[in-house]
């Protein structure tokens, strides 16, 4: 649980509160809304402040105690305030007091709240408060700094992914241009092949060629000897 307990008070008259834990921090409450008691005495020697101002400057602060936290706002002489683990830090409770303050602001019993005894708004503005606490201890409202950071991841993750893109794409350029380079390799292993191939041909059609008239020679002598006789002297003889 983020937030425990939360009041508006008007000086040190509590007028309305919530308490979401078990346990009694009454008498710290009544510490801190005791503004001359804080300010003059050594009552809060057990107390750490957050801030190193002066009590009395500000309207904001923190004060811590075991592993709570004590936020409030003192405003207009009302303080609204809330006690919250050490763990939630003090954007979230802050942002919870500025909300709690809008809506008592906004209550119509708060234009009657300076002559209201202690804890009289109790039954008109306690369920407001009840209801906040609620909100922000289970789906806290997104604050402007929250919401800045979440887009700039947005925009950081979509910047990783177009990296990662490009470092991919540049990965397929290369393997493109690695094979590129096996198939101009194997185009000119190709072209020599071609031309060996080639020559194989040439010579192969030359030596079939030459055959094919040393062929016809001896067919032609073959002939010519069926008339002429083997030497080719009767037809020389005849003749004459």
């Known amino acids: 649980m983020s937030l425990i307990h939360a009041l508006v008070a008007r000086g040190s008259t509590?007028?309305?509160?919530?308490?979401?834990?078990?346990?009694?921090?009454?008498?710290g409450l009544l510490i801190l809304l005791n503004f001359s008691a804080i300010a003059h005495t050594g009552?809060?020697?057990?107390?750490?402040?957050?801030?190193?101002?002066?009590?009395?400057?500000?309207?904001?602060?923190?004060y811590v105690w075991e592993q709570y936290?004590?936020?409030?706002?003192?405003?207009?002489?009302?303080?609204?305030?809330?006690?919250?683990?050490?763990?939630?830090?003090?954007r979230m409770p802050f942002a919870f007091l500025a909300?709690?303050?809008?809506?008592f602001i906004a209550?119509?019993?708060?234009?009657?709240?300076?002559?209201?005894?202690?804890?009289?708004?109790?039954?008109?503005?306690?369920?407001?408060?009840?209801?906040?606490?609620?909100?922000?201890?289970t789906s806290p409202p997104v604050d402007e700094l929250t919401r800045a950071?979440?887009?700039?991841?947005?925009?950081?993750d979509i910047m990783v992914q177009n990296v990662e893109q490009i470092l991919s794409r540049g990965e397929r350029i290369e393997l493109l241009v690695d094979k590129t380079d096996v198939m101009a390799?194997?185009?000119?292993?190709?072209?020599?092949?071609?031309?060996?191939v080639r020559r194989q041909m040439w010579w192969r059609n030359s030596k079939i060629l030459a055959l094919s008239f040393l062929v016809g020679l001896?067919?032609?002598?073959?002939?010519?000897?069926?008339?002429?006789?083997?030497?080719?002297?009767?037809?020389?003889?005849?003749?004459?």
């Open 107 to 137: 209550a119509p019993s708060s234009s009657s709240s300076e002559e209201t005894p202690a804890y009289g708004l109790q039954g008109s503005f306690g369920p407001t408060i009840s209801a906040l606490m609620q909100t922000y201890n």
């Open 185 to 196: 390799g194997q185009a000119t292993a190709f072209r020599r092949g071609a031309r060996t």
């Open 43 to 62: 009552i809060y020697v057990n107390w750490r402040l957050e801030d190193t101002e002066p009590y009395a400057r500000h309207s904001k602060l923190t």
């Open 14 to 27: 509590i007028l309305a509160e919530h308490q979401a834990g078990k346990r009694d921090f009454s008498q």
């Open 99 to 103: 909300d709690l303050q809008r809506k």
């Open 149 to 156: 950071q979440t887009e700039l991841n947005q925009v950081k």
């Open 218 to 240: 001896i067919f032609l002598w073959i002939i010519l000897a069926q008339f002429c006789g083997a030497g080719l002297n009767h037809c020389g003889s005849s003749l004459s």
């Open 69 to 90: 936290l004590f936020h409030y706002i003192s405003e207009g002489g009302y303080t609204y305030l809330v006690m919250a683990d050490d763990t939630v830090g003090r």
